[in-house]
C-alpha cells in the first residue's frame, strides 16, 4: 500500500498536538476524505475526548512588532516576518497547516512566501514547503543526511544551507539563524531578530511542562541546556517556541533552571558514584537515579509524575554517551 505523505505528516502533527496538552489515550483522528487513523497514546492525564482536525482551535495570528508576527495554528508556532516585498516563515509542518498559515498571511500582505527558515530537521516541522512555491528554502547543513532517509517523499528541496551563523535580510529586518549545536535532532536552528528582541526555537521547552516521555528519544539534553543558556543570555522580549501559543521570555528561563538543575543533580550522582565505588557504582546509578531522583521544585509542571524518570535517563545517557 502506498502511503500518503501529506496525511501522515497531517497525522504526526495530529498526534503531537495530543502530546502537548497531555491529551493521552485513544483518540481517532481523520482528514478529511480519510479513513480515521485509530492511535493510543499511554496516558499522562487519561482522556476520552476524540480529537479531529475539526476540533482543534482556531489558528491565531500575533503581531509581536511592526511586521513580525507569531502564527498559532494545528498546536504550533511559526514566525512570521513581512517587510520591503518580501515574507519569511518558520516551520510551515504540513500541506494543511501551510494553507492555512497562507491565509492568515494573505489578510497582512498581498506579497507571497520569499523565505522559509527551518528550525531542525524533524518531518513534523518541514512539510507543507510547496504550498509556497517560489519561496526560498533555508536548513541548516544537518538537514540533508535526514532528509536523504525521507520515505514518505514529502521532504523539502532546500535551497540554501549555513554552518553556523547566516544573516537573512527581509526588507530592513534582519533575521539571524544560529546554529549552537544538536538539541533536538542534529540541525537545530535558532532564529533570533536583534533589533526585535524576538528569539524563536522548536521543541526544546514547553511551559512549565515536562516534554513528554514518548518525545525525548532524540532529544540531546546537555545540547538542550547549552543552546537554553546561550539564549537565555540575549536580549528577549518574546521567545516563540515550537508548541505554545504564549511568547514570555520567563518559560525560557524557568526551562533554562530546569535543565540546569537536572543536570547537576545528575552529574552529582554520577561523579560521586565514580569516586566511591567505580564502574560498578556507575552501573548502579543508571539503574536507580531515575527511580530515586526528584527536583521536588517542578512536581507541579506538567507530566512530571510520568516523564521526570525518563528525562533523567536521557541526561544520564546525554552525559555518558554524548547523545
Known amino acids: 500500500m502506498k502511503l500518503k505523505p501529506a496525511l501522515i505528516l497531517l497525522a504526526v ?22 479513513a480515521p487513523l485509530e492511535f493510543t497514546l499511554e496516558p499522562d492525564e487519561p482522556t476520552e475526548t476524540p480529537l479531529s482536525p475539526q476540533q482543534l482551535p482556531p489558528p491565531t495570528m500575533t503581531e509581536l512588532a511592526d511586521g513580525v508576527y507569531h502564527y498559532f495554528g494545528l498546536f504550533s508556532s511559526s514566525l512570521v516576518v513581512i517587510d520591503g516585498g518580501q515574507v519569511l516563515v518558520t516551520d510551515p509542518s504540513n500541506n494543511a497547516r501551510a494553507q492555512s498559515l497562507q491565509e492568515e498571511i494573505a489578510k ?17 516541522h518541514v512539510g507543507g514547503t510547496s504550498v509556497f512555491p517560489d519561496a526560498t528554502v533555508i536548513c541548516h547543513v544537518n538537514c ?16 540554501l544551507t549555513f554552518d553556523t551563523k547566516m ?4 526588507g530592513n529586518k534582519l533575521v539571524e539563524l544560529h546554529y549552537l549545536g544538536p ?15 524576538i528569539v524563536v526555537t522548536s521543541d526544546l521547552y514547553e511551559p512549565r511542562a515536562l516534554t513528554g516521555k514518548n518525545w525525548v528519544d532524540d532529544k540531546n539534553f546537555t ?4 543552546i537554553l543558556n546561550t539564549i537565555s543570555q ?17 518559560d525560557l ?4 533552571a530546569y535543565y540546569n538543575d537536572l543536570f547537576n543533580a545528575v552529574y552529582t550522582a554520577l561523579s560521586d558514584a565514580a569516586s566511591q565505588g567505580g564502574i560498578r557504582a556507575l552501573f548502579g546509578v543508571f539503574v536507580s537515579l531515575p527511580q530515586t531522583l526528584q527536583l521536588e521544585q517542578y512536581q507541579d509542571w506538567e507530566n512530571y509524575d510520568t516523564s521526570f524518570p525518563r528525562h533523567v535517563e536521557r541526561m544520564l545517557q546525554a552525559i555518558t554517551h554524548a547523545d
Open 167 to 170: 544573516d537573512v535580510g527581509v
Open 108 to 124: 497582512l500582505t498581498d506579497d507571497p512566501v520569499s523565505i522559509i527558515a527551518l528550525t531542525h530537521e524533524h518531518f513534523d
Open 13 to 34: 502533527a495530529l498526534l503531537f498536538a495530543a502530546a502537548v496538552p497531555a491529551a493521552y489515550g485513544a483518540h481517532s483522528i481523520a482528514a478529511p476524505g480519510a
Open 144 to 159: 540533508q543526511p535526514q532528509f536523504d532517509l525521507d520515505v514518505l517523499g514529502d521532504v523539502p528541496e532546500v535551497d
Open 253 to 256: 528561563q524557568e526551562n533554562v
Open 234 to 250: 540575549w536580549p528577549i522580549k518574546h521567545a516563540i517556541n515550537a508548541h505554545s501559543p504564549g511568547t514570555a521570555p520567563q
Open 223 to 226: 545540547g538542550v541546556r547549552q
Open 183 to 197: 538539541g533536538d535532532g542534529e540541525a537545530t536552528t535558532v532564529i533570533y531578530m536583534p533589533n526585535e528582541q
